[in-house]
């Protein structure tokens, strides 16, 4: 199998995921927990080639000029955290399956689930830095749908936007920071970088480039100051937080740091950024979970001081601290993916998570109370569980430090003081809520959860006891091929023995033991008496103020920058966007002057020059009637674009003409859409304001009109100098000469679409598709306002009396219809040949004029056609279309054809042609290009359509909008006007 499935799996199974139905709760788990557990064991099976340090290494070509190639890379360390990824990510799916109400939409959360595993699997298994950094956003992008799943809530959405925000911010970052080690080392892949760590920490850009790097681990792993993010993300559900905080989502930073310690290791700067900001967090975090008074809200502060803990060992530059980080990240992840779980079955089954509500859990759910007992004695450190044994690596590791005389004193009294806290927030989270007396005001009366909701906490307990009796025999291979890449090729000597004798480190375990036991007693006989609160201190080293100060400022800067640059008037943005465009291209001519060519001209054509008369005329006519009638100018405008589709066919670009005409179609449709909200515009206004218009109107026709002149000019000078020089070898001549033997089609158009500059094509329907939903979703809830509101601020001020009308849209409707005269039934008689003519297009497109553009567009047109003259609801009854599911099923048509050339060991969107033999029709040319091309026919179709019918159904709501207050109007009047008449007001 190869490694690249076990990041498509999981993407792929979301996929499915998301179309299944919302009350199949037992097949998307099952779906989830297959692909999990088939992953795992996948796996778990490569384990003998990687144990001795092999590395599985896959490569498929890309962009190999640019060093973008996918590689997907497993050695020890990733292979580790491969078995953590999904082995946890099995057990979280089992659980989710009965702690989610069938009231939630399922299917989206097992969809962003499989999702996120993915992105955190292409995290682990990137061989390249660039691809790493990408899925390493996705990891942010997709926690924030996982964090934010409840989206009801205010607290979900607040604590999802503060992860994107913080782990977003700090992913740019890491690009940077990778882009500066690609130019460092001269090569994005990352064996070889592991293999320059020398040459990286000589370079001048080493400081910059791991300052930038360490933003992104630091913020991903919630480390000092950028920690506050990950207790607001405990709104999510339990499931998620189970996964997110143990496996996944935090630890993504410290398997960041891990895995390039032996490149950035090793210097001063790194020991006092990682070990400075990993000490603070340590202490920090174990200190404010005492505190907290929700079972989640002790478990996030209390990963946090674990986090912190591993971030330490890391940036003590010693490779036996390195081993136990790793050893440390394994153990994490089972005790606190366990107690997570058991917080939600207890939040589940009495409804609550306050601690000052819970106690005496044990008697009502004796199980589930022995098993969160057990996995938080491991989180406190006791003996003969697994967190004892790497936090007595880490003590071992503060004490024999090779350091100056302070931080030979001051490590080990951090060490002791956060074993301290971790034996107090753990004391607290056991005797608080499973002993003592029963609590009787729950919501709910607590009891066992179902048996299979228990059994992944029950494994893990069982993991947590087996490493703690018997180490070396359970994790001791797996250890050493984990942490043999993290310290590059040679491992330290170590010991797992239970007992190592009497000795500081030990003497330090014992300390924190009885000081944690202590310190919890002292905090509950403060809090008997009310008097327990946290030092206000500890809220000025939280970098959350300051977050939210850059926020506030930064929303105040937009909206001051909106205020001065904004306007709701067209022009003006037009202006800005075309002065913008003219001063870019001017900028490199002006640098470099302009170069016109000597090349021979041809002989003038009158027929051509008439032509171009013709279109002249109805651009300046075009703008000269805008100024009167609007549907004239629209009119006019069409005679220019179609003078600009016969030029196309006067130089033999049939495929431009075929899609610049269907283009003006469709685009007449929108602008005649977006005509019914236009004021319409009228002279007699009598004021000496119209005057003062009518002058600064008259100043903006000539400056549009210089503007123009100097922009058309300057294309058609480009143009020129370009016709001008001699026709040499040049890429288009690449084209002609390799688009049949290269690409398998003789429309050289059409295979430099798909084929040649397909990913170009790709990411072109990719924007057209987000903003067909852009538009459809700001639409979707909009409601026009009266028609006062839609004037120009200054018309709002003027009297009643000389407000000017505007166009009803049910009048700009009847006048389009009108000017076709084009009865209905004539109209839907004429969909089956535009379908037949849609088709043939597109299967010709490969080696004659058309292709899926331009058919799709046809198609659009045809279906339209059927929306203007039968209405909404006739189309909608006869032709049921859904516009975003064709978006979706062509952009995963053509994505599909991308990654079917990388099934077979070809660079992404490879083309392959066949010649097929069917029976009574004979030999056909076939292309695989013609699935990519079918995905962008489908996407053009649904993009186009969603975007007018969005459109046009504004103006139906708006048309019932003004008919509505239209009708208010006459009955408030009915009742007003009689009144004033009485009195003689009127």
């Not at 970088?193 to 850009?205: D, F, K, P, S, W």
């Not at 302070?406 to 002993?435: H, K, N």
């Not at 009643?800 to 076709?820: C, E, K, N, S």
């Amino acid at each position: 199998m190869p490694l690249i499935y076990l990041i498509l799996l999981p993407f792929l199974g979301s996929l499915v995921a998301a179309v299944l139905p919302s009350n199949a709760r037992n097949t998307e788990s099952t779906l989830a927990g297959l692909i999990a557990l088939g992953c795992v064991v996948q796996v778990a099976l490569l384990f003998p080639q990687i144990a001795d340090g092999g590395v599985l290494r896959q490569e498929l070509t890309w962009l190999p000029a640019l060093g973008l190639n996918l590689v997907v890379r497993m050695d020890g360390f990733a292979w580790m955290f491969c078995m953590l990824v999904l082995g946890i990510g099995a057990l979280v799916v089992l659980y989710a399956r009965y702690y989610m109400s069938p009231a939630d939409p399922v299917p989206r959360f097992f969809s962003f689930f499989l999702a996120f595993m993915g992105a955190m699997m292409g995290v682990v298994l990137s061989g390249n830095l660039l691809q790493l950094a990408f899925f390493w956003e996705l990891t942010s992008l997709f926690s924030f749908l996982l964090i934010g799943y409840w989206h009801h809530r205010k607290d979900a959405r607040r604590g999802a936007r503060m992860a994107l925000t913080v782990t977003g911010s700090g992913g740019l970052c890491l690009l940077a920071g990778m882009f500066m080690l690609g130019h460092i080392v001269g090569s994005y892949d990352l064996d070889h970088l592991l293999a320059a760590g020398e040459q990286v920490r000589a370079h001048a850009l080493y400081l910059p480039a791991l300052v930038l790097i360490l933003l992104g681990a630091l913020t991903k792993s919630a480390q000092f100051p950028f920690h506050f993010w990950l207790p607001h993300a405990m709104a999510a559900p339990t499931p998620v937080s189970a996964y997110l905080h143990s496996a996944t989502m935090v630890k993504a930073g410290v398997f960041l740091l891990a895995r390039l310690w032996p490149v950035l290791s090793g210097t001063e700067e790194w020991f006092w950024l990682v070990g400075g900001a990993g000490a603070c967090t340590l202490l920090l975090g174990g200190y404010v979970a005492m505190f907290q008074h929700d079972l989640k809200g002790l478990l996030a502060y209390s990963t946090i001081s674990h986090l912190g803990l591993i971030t330490l060992l890391l940036g003590l530059n010693s490779r036996l601290a390195a081993v136990a980080a790793v050893f440390h990240i394994m153990n994490h992840a089972t005790f606190k993916a366990s107690l997570f779980m058991a917080v939600g079955i207890i939040d589940h089954e009495s409804g609550t998570r306050d601690i000052r509500r819970l106690s005496g859990l044990r008697h009502m759910m004796p199980i589930t109370a022995t098993l969160a007992m057990v996995a938080a004695a491991a989180m406190a450190g006791v003996p003969l569980l697994n967190g004892f044994l790497s936090k007595e690596m880490f003590f071992a590791e503060t004490v024999f430090l090779d350091a100056n005389d302070f931080l030979q004193i001051a490590l080990p009294l951090v060490a002791t003081v956060a074993g301290m806290f971790s034996v107090a927030y753990s004391l607290r989270f056991t005797l608080d809520v499973f002993w003592g007396p029963p609590a009787t005001d729950l919501p709910l009366a607590p009891h066992e959860p179902p048996h299979w909701m228990r059994v992944p906490v029950e494994l893990l307990v069982l993991l947590c006891l087996v490493v703690g009796i018997f180490p070396a025999w359970a994790v001791g291979g797996a250890l050493n091929a984990a942490a043999r890449p993290v310290v590059g090729g040679e491992l330290p000597t170590f010991s797992l023995a239970l007992w190592h004798g009497f000795n500081l480190p030990f003497a330090m375990s014992v300390a924190a033991m009885l000081g944690g036991i202590t310190l919890y007693l002292l905090l509950r006989w403060q809090r008997t008496r009310g008097q327990l609160q946290m030092a206000p201190l500890v809220s000025y080293f939280s970098g959350q103020r300051a977050f939210e100060v850059a926020l506030t400022a930064l929303s105040n800067l937009g909206r001051h920058g909106r205020r001065l640059l904004g306007t709701q008037r067209l022009q003006w943005q037009m202006l800005w966007l075309v002065c913008a465009s003219v001063a870019a291209a001017a900028m490199p001519l002006w640098a470099r002057g302009l170069y016109i060519g000597d090349r021979t001209a041809l002989p003038m054509s009158w027929g051509f020059v008439l032509l171009w008369g013709i279109g002249m005329v109805c651009a300046v006519a075009a703008a000269w009637q805008a100024k009167y009638h609007r549907l004239a100018a629209l009119a006019l405008m069409g005679g220019a674009g179609l003078v600009t589709c016969v030029t196309f066919l006067w130089f033999s670009a049939p495929d431009l003409a075929l899609t610049q005409l269907v283009v003006e179609i469709v685009t007449t449709v929108l602008i005649l859409l977006g005509l019914r909200w236009l004021p319409k515009r009228k002279e007699d206004l009598r004021s000496s304001w119209a005057a003062v218009q009518k002058r600064s109107t008259k100043a903006r026709r000539l400056r549009d009109l210089l503007l123009a002149l100097v922009t058309g000019g300057g294309m058609a000078l480009l143009s020129f100098a370009m016709l001008s020089r001699p026709f040499a070898a040049s890429t288009s001549t690449f084209f002609l000469e390799n688009a049949l033997s290269g690409g398998g089609g003789s429309n050289v158009v059409n295979v430099m679409l798909v084929d040649f500059r397909g990913f170009d094509t790709f990411g072109e329907i990719v924007v057209l598709g987000v903003v067909a939903l852009t538009v459809y979703a700001l639409l979707r809830r909009f409601r026009p306002a009266p028609e006062i509101m839609d004037l120009p601020e200054q018309q709002r001020a003027l009297p009643a009396d000389l407000v000017t009308d505007l166009i009803t849209p049910r009048q700009a409707a009847d006048t389009a219809i009108g000017y076709l005269m084009v009865p209905a039934v004539l109209v839907r008689l004429l969909l089956p040949f535009a379908v037949l003519l849609s088709v043939y297009l597109f299967l010709r497109g490969h080696n004659q004029p058309g292709g899926g553009f331009v058919a799709g567009l046809v198609l659009s047109v045809a279906l339209l056609l059927q929306y203007i003259v039968s209405g909404t609801q006739w189309v909608e009854a006869h032709l049921p279309l859904n516009p975003r599911r064709w978006i979706a099923v062509g952009m995963l048509c053509a994505l599909l054809t991308g990654f079917g050339s990388l099934a077979f060991g070809y660079p992404f969107m490879t083309t392959h042609t066949a010649h097929v033999t069917l029976p009574l029709i004979g030999e056909i040319h076939f292309a695989s290009a013609t699935f990519f091309d079918l995905g962008v026919y489908l996407l053009v179709v649904g993009a186009t359509l969603l975007i007018l019918t969005s459109l046009a159904h504004q103006s139906v709501r708006g048309h019932r909008f003004h008919a509505r207050l239209a009708e208010e109007a006459a009955v408030a009047a009915s009742a007003i006007l009689p009144v004033h008449a009485e009195k003689g007001r009127l």
